[in-house]
């Protein structure tokens, strides 16, 4: 069975600087997606980025970037330039490919930011 | 577009009783994903819906069920209520089940007492 760890309960980080979010995944399968969820506290669950597994290149939004180890199955989240808005509960989440409807989350870290 | 819209967004229930959540995705989107999180077990898939059949299912009993319509809207079910059941249940869509980004709704907060 797939699993997802999230290692980190609490974070805190300064309006600004850079925060970094680990997530580990367990999984026997080749074809695979990986995502990081946002949950503010109004609950919407919204999708911050994703990185396919057959890519090698490390995924970017904006001030969002992930470091992908596959080898170390290691997925972990940098923000960079923290605002008062990224304030949230983030999940780490796989999927196997040609199965997206089904994600595998973690147990979520919350990130607090202080002005 | 509008997005994905859950009712009610807040439930409160007595042990035994039965309750019917309701979930109306993203216009065009037919995958619909059902997920339970709670403080303990966290988020976990329930079930999914594509073009009104269940196509898979998380670990839950049978107490808990849905449908879908032709309008790809989507209820769960959740029979003989049990205080365990208290929890957020959130309802995604996407267009359809190849897609790697699921939009997700407010979530409706149940609780059993």
């Known amino acids: 069975a797939q699993t997802v760890t999230q290692s980190q309960p609490e974070m805190s980080v300064q309006e600004a600087e850079t925060v970094t979010l680990s997530c580990t995944y367990d999984t026997s399968e080749s074809d695979y997606y990986l995502f990081w969820y946002k949950q503010p506290p109004s609950r919407q669950m919204i999708l911050v980025i994703r990185q396919e597994a057959y890519k090698q290149q490390n995924a970017t939004e904006n001030r969002f970037s992930v470091n992908f180890q596959k080898a170390a199955k290691s997925f972990s989240l940098k923000i960079s330039d923290s605002q008062l808005g990224d304030a949230a509960m983030y999940f780490c989440?796989?999927?196997?490919?040609?199965?997206?409807?089904?994600?595998?989350f973690g147990k979520g870290t919350l990130l607090t930011v202080n002005p | 577009k509008a997005g994905v819209t859950q009712t009610p967004r807040y439930l409160i229930k007595t042990r035994g009783q039965q309750v019917t959540l309701s979930c109306s995705p993203i216009?065009?989107?037919?995958?619909v994903s059902w997920y339970q999180q709670t403080p303990g077990q966290g988020l976990q898939f329930l079930f999914e819906?594509?073009?009104?059949?269940?196509?898979n299912k998380g670990n839950f009993p049978g107490r808990f069920s849905g449908r879908q319509f032709s309008n790809s809207r989507s209820e769960m079910n959740v029979s003989t209520l049990e205080l365990g059941d208290s929890a957020l249940y959130l309802c995604?869509?996407?267009?359809?089940?190849?897609?790697?980004?699921?939009?997700f709704g407010p979530g409706t907060r149940l609780t059993v007492t």
């Open positions: 995604a869509s996407s267009p359809d089940r190849a897609d790697y980004e699921q939009y």
């Open positions: 989440a796989y999927s196997i490919g040609g199965s997206n409807y089904k994600l595998t």
């Open positions: 819906y594509f073009s009104e059949t269940q196509r």
């Open positions: 216009s065009g989107h037919r995958s």
